[in-house]
């Protein structure tokens, strides 16, 4: 199959990137991330997450960044919603797509969303109801698709399910996530092609941590099955707080790179985001992990 022209990146730093950090981030450094990442051509945005803040205190100011930030239009904003409360949030605060977001592993479920995978289906089916009826879009995340952190192996079979089940409930994009970095390229291909087979690639994503230095490898191995949607993220930062030893999701530096290289198009300003990368690094007190984008740094400074 020929590689896709055009990716779409769909930013999840300020979402996965910041919901692990420890120490809480000021309101007006999200709503700056956010604003820098739209200003630098991201077409789509995982903004903030409306979720219980006993469980994840970091993102427990989703409403005011949302209310802080300068929309560009054209830019899609995203948040997780694992419920009613969450959507009303979430439509509340002007955002244009909502993500629901269940694992295919019965170990991860618990642990994540505190729930079995069918009570997950069950617990999302108003949210996406009601996500139509307000003509938002749609999104479904697919936990563990790679593999699980308390399970381990996870067959194609359960990711095909879920997929399904999303696709029955009205997801426009399902996201093919792989939370704790395991997966090859190899497997990336296999649960691709099975995927693809039930959903048009043109709306699937990868969305891969890179904690095993796979990811690049896994984004070539989707882009070879046609998929062409791929969730980074600024500096690598991110990891899931229910998935230990995770790390961050690819950095976005590092896949706007290999792209560029492959004359493949995203309309992004690799300048501006190793320029992003450095920044919010430098807040959160600690180095960016994106090899493309500190090599690139260190040119700009020695230039
Ligand atoms: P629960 O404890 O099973 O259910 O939580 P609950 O309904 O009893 O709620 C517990 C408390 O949270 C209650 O407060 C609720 O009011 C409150 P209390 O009565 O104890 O004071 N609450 C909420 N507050 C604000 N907004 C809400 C909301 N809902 C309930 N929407 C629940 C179930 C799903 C809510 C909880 O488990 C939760 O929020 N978990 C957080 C899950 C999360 O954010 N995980 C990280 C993101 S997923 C991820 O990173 C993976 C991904 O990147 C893909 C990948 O890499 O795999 C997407
Ligand atoms: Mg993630």
Request: charged share 20%.
């Amino acid at each position: 199959m020929p590689l896709p022209t055009k990716v779409k990146i769909v930013e999840v730093s300020p979402r996965d990137g910041l919901q692990n950090e420890k120490e809480f981030i000021a309101t007006s450094i999200k709503i700056e991330l956010v604003d820098r990442l739209s200003q630098a051509g991201v077409p789509n945005v995982e903004a903030v997450s409306f979720v219980s803040p006993k469980w994840v205190p970091q993102m427990a100011d989703g409403a005011d960044v949302m209310a802080g930030i300068q929309r560009r239009p054209g830019s899609i904003y995203s948040a997780l919603t694992p419920n009613l409360r969450g959507f009303e949030a979430a439509l509340a605060a002007g955002i244009d797509e909502v993500v629901i977001f269940g694992a295919a592993s019965e170990a991860f479920s618990q642990k994540n969303i505190n729930c079995s995978i069918a009570e997950s289906v069950a617990r999302f089916e108003p949210v996406a109801q009601a996500a139509k009826a307000a003509g938002l879009r749609l999104r479904g995340s697919i936990s563990c698709a790679l593999g699980c952190p308390y399970q381990g192996e996870v067959s194609i079979a359960n990711v095909v399910d879920v997929t399904q089940r999303y696709l029955a409930m009205g997801c426009d994009e399902i996201d093919i996530a792989d939370t704790i970095g395991v997966g090859t390229a190899a497997r990336v291909g296999q649960v691709m092609r099975a995927v693809t087979e039930v959903v048009d690639p043109a709306r699937v994503s990868g969305h891969f941590h890179d904690t095993y230095g796979q990811a690049l490898a896994n984004i070539l191995a989707a882009l070879q099955t046609g998929v062409s949607i791929f969730h980074t993220s600024v500096a690598g930062l991110g990891g899931c707080p229910y998935a230990k030893g995770a790390t961050g999701n690819v950095a976005t530096e590092d896949v706007l790179y290999m792209l560029r290289g492959m004359d493949i198009d995203t309309g992004i300003d690799l300048d501006a985001i190793v320029d992003i990368g450095q920044w919010i690094s430098g807040h959160i007190g600690h180095k960016s992990s994106s090899r493309a984008g500190n090599a690139l740094a260190a040119r700009k400074a020695n230039a």
